[in-house]
C-alpha cells in the first residue's frame, strides 16, 4: 500500500518542523510527508528534502499554489506565522486560502493549530486591558480563533489543535532568565501565582502526528495539548536546578509588560493578564494525560531543560 501524505505548513519551522521529524522517524508508521515552504532552496528546505521529506513550494497569499501544492494529500498541518509580520487581517486570509484549499483539493484530515479568541472573555468594551489595532484584545489569538469558522462553513474535515506556550521562546523570544542589577538571575513574566501551559514546539508536531495516526477519531473535534502546566515560581525553581545557578520569579504586572517596549509586547501582555484572569479555562482546555496518550515521548519542563539549557541565553 501507498503511504497516506500529510503536506505541512511551515515545515521548517517549530510546530510543522517537529511533525515533518516525526513522521520521517516512524518508517512504518504508513505516512510519508510533504514540506510545504515559500523557499524551497532555503538550507532548511534542502536538508528537509535531504532527510526523506517531499519539498513543494507554497505561497499563503496564493490559494491556488496551496491547492496544486496540496494535491493527493490525505492530510494537511496548517500553521500561519504571525510573528512574522503582526497582522491579524493577514493572517486570517491565510487561513481562509489555506481552509479553501483543501477543500478544493479534497484533503481528508486538516490539522489548524489555533487559539482561543480572547474577545469571547474580554469583549471590547471592557477596558480592564487595552484594545489593541482597533478589533482586537491578544490580536496573535483572536485572529486564529475567529478563523476556526471557516473551516466548519466550508466543510473541510478538521482537527482543532489549541498549543502552549513554547518552553522554546526562552531561547528564541528573548523570554529566558536575565542577570538583573544584583548580578542575580530573575525570570519575569506577568503570571502572578497562576500556572501557565506550556511545552516543547517539538512536541506539538508529535502530538499532531498523534492525530493524524488516529484516523478519523479527532475530525470536527477541539484537542489542547500542554506538557506541563506551572506557575512563574516552579518555572524558576526548574531554572535553578537546570542551570545550577538561583533564578528568583520576577512578576511583574501586564501593564508593567505592556510597557517593556519590544515588538509585540502589548499583544504579549494582554494575553497573560487573559491567561492568568482565566487559568482555570485555559489550563482546563489543555489536558496533560491527552497529550502524553498523543505523544509519549511527551517532554516535562524539566526533561526539556536538560536538554536545552546550553542554549537558553543567559545575559
Keep these: 500500500m501507498s503511504k497516506k501524505i500529510i503536506a505541512v505548513v511551515g515545515a521548517t519551522g517549530a510546530q510543522g518542523g517537529g511533525l515533518v521529524r516525526a513522521i520521517l522517524s516512524d518508517a512504518g508508521g504508513g505516512f510519508a510527508v510533504r514540506a ?18 517531499e519539498v513543494v513550494a507554497a505561497d499563503l497569499d496564493d490559494q491556488a499554489s496551496l491547492e496544486g501544492a496540496l494535491d493527493g494529500a490525505y492530510g494537511a498541518y496548517f500553521v500561519t506565522a504571525f510573528w512574522e509580520h503582526f497582522s491579524p487581517e493577514k493572517e486570517k486570509a491565510q487561513v481562509r486560502n489555506m481552509a479553501a484549499a483543501a477543500k478544493g483539493a479534497g484533503v481528508k484530515h486538516v490539522i489548524w493549530s489555533t487559539l482561543e479568541d480572547t474577545r469571547q472573555w474580554v469583549p471590547l468594551s471592557d477596558d480592564r486591558m487595552p484594545t489593541l489595532m482597533e478589533h482586537y484584545k491578544v490580536p496573535h489569538f483572536d485572529a486564529k480563533g475567529e478563523s476556526n469558522k471557516v473551516f466548519t462553513e466550508l466543510g473541510v ?22 542577570k538583573g542589577p544584583d548580578g542575580k538571575l530573575a525570570f519575569t513574566l506577568p503570571m502572578a501565582d497562576k500556572k501557565l ?42 531554572l535553578s536546578q537546570a542551570l545550577g545557578e538561583g533564578v528568583k520569579y520576577n512578576a511583574v504586572t501586564p501593564e508593567m509588560y505592556r510597557g517593556f517596549g519590544f515588538p509585540g509586547a502589548d499583544d504579549l501582555g494582554n494575553m497573560f493578564q487573559v491567561k ?15 497529550s502524553r496518550n498523543l505523544n509519549p515521548e511527551l517532554q516535562t519542563f524539566a526533561t526539556w531543560l536538560d536538554r536545552n539549557k546550553a542554549a537558553i541565553l543567559v545575559d
Design 276 to 290: 492568568c484572569d482565566f487559568e482555570k479555562e485555559f489550563c482546563g482546555a489543555r489536558s496533560v494525560e491527552v
Design 197 to 238: 501551559p506550556g511545552m516543547a514546539a517539538e512536541d506539538i508536531g508529535k502530538c499532531a502526528y498523534g492525530i493524524f495516526k488516529k484516523g478519523n477519531d479527532f475530525i470536527g473535534k477541539s484537542v489542547g495539548i500542554a506538557g506541563e502546566h506551572l506557575t512563574g515560581t516552579q518555572m524558576a525553581d526548574a
Design 157 to 178: 474535515p478538521t482537527t482543532f489543535l489549541f498549543t502552549s506556550f513554547y518552553w522554546d521562546n526562552l531561547i528564541h523570544f528573548g523570554m529566558g532568565p536575565k
Design 36 to 53: 510545504l515552504t515559500r523557499d524551497a532552496n532555503s538550507d532548511k528546505a534542502k536538508a528537509l528534502a535531504k532527510s526523506g521529506a
